[in-house]
């Protein structure tokens, strides 16, 4: 297997695909923070994002299991600042999205050893490897939809790469503007928990 110098991560086992995944099926909502002008149900092709398609064929949305998790991956990417801008937050809103049936597979506990992996694949920077990964389980025989991996920026949380094959299974629920009134005492919560300061608008 190749080994990416930068941190060591291993690409995928040439015989991945004779390999039996952690599958995991995914019934119940979802979680996504998201620019209120833009649409929810975004499938990202540019290859930007950890689980992105290196080949940009396939489209991917990123959604977290808790509305917590949806926080984290959003406003705790920046490790020097301990602040969050208040515009920020107010051009954001969470929504609530429905999943029919979405077959994962699961890399937040043991069946990351049955595949040969470890998990760098929730940590590593930048992209190449995982997005090798992402390729080789997409186009595993048992069709995985998902990936179900540990958030980077709060371990405590799991995190989903949703594959654009999946996006008949997906039904929006709920939206709510995080300052908005019944999404201000949430949003509020969130900011308490990791100590940060909102800077005012300018």
């Known amino acids: 297997m190749a080994v ?7 690409a995928p086992p040439r015989d991945i695909a004779e390999r039996a995944l952690p599958i995991k099926e995914l019934r ?12 929810c149900l975004y499938f990202n092709k540019d290859a930007t994002g950890r689980f992105d398609d290196p080949l940009k064929h396939y489209g991917v949305l990123y959604a977290s299991l808790t509305p917590d998790a949806a926080f984290a991956e959003v406003f705790l990417r920046q490790l020097s600042l301990m602040l969050v801008q208040e515009t920020d937050l ?41 997005g090798q990964w992402s390729r080789a389980l997409f186009d595993h025989p048992a069709q995985p939809a998902s990936i179900i991996y540990l958030s980077r920026h709060n371990p405590r949380f799991k995190c989903l790469a949703l594959f654009d094959k999946c996006h008949t299974r997906l039904k929006l629920k709920s939206t709510v503007g995080l300052l908005q009134p019944s999404g201000r005492s949430w949003t509020a919560a969130q900011v308490r928990k990791y100590k940060l300061a909102i800077q005012p608008e300018s």
């Not at 990416?4 to 291993?10: A, D, F, V, W, Y």
Request: glycine share 10%.
């Open 90 to 130: 107010q051009e954001r809103s969470l929504t609530e999205i429905g999943c029919r049936g979405i077959r994962c597979v699961d890399l937040t506990g043991p069946g990351l050893r049955r595949i040969s992996c470890d998990n760098r694949i929730s940590t590593e920077i930048p992209y190449q490897t995982t």
């Open 4 to 10: 990416n110098p930068l941190t060591g991560l291993s």
């Open 28 to 39: 119940g909502s979802v979680f996504r923070i998201h620019r209120s002008t833009r649409e």
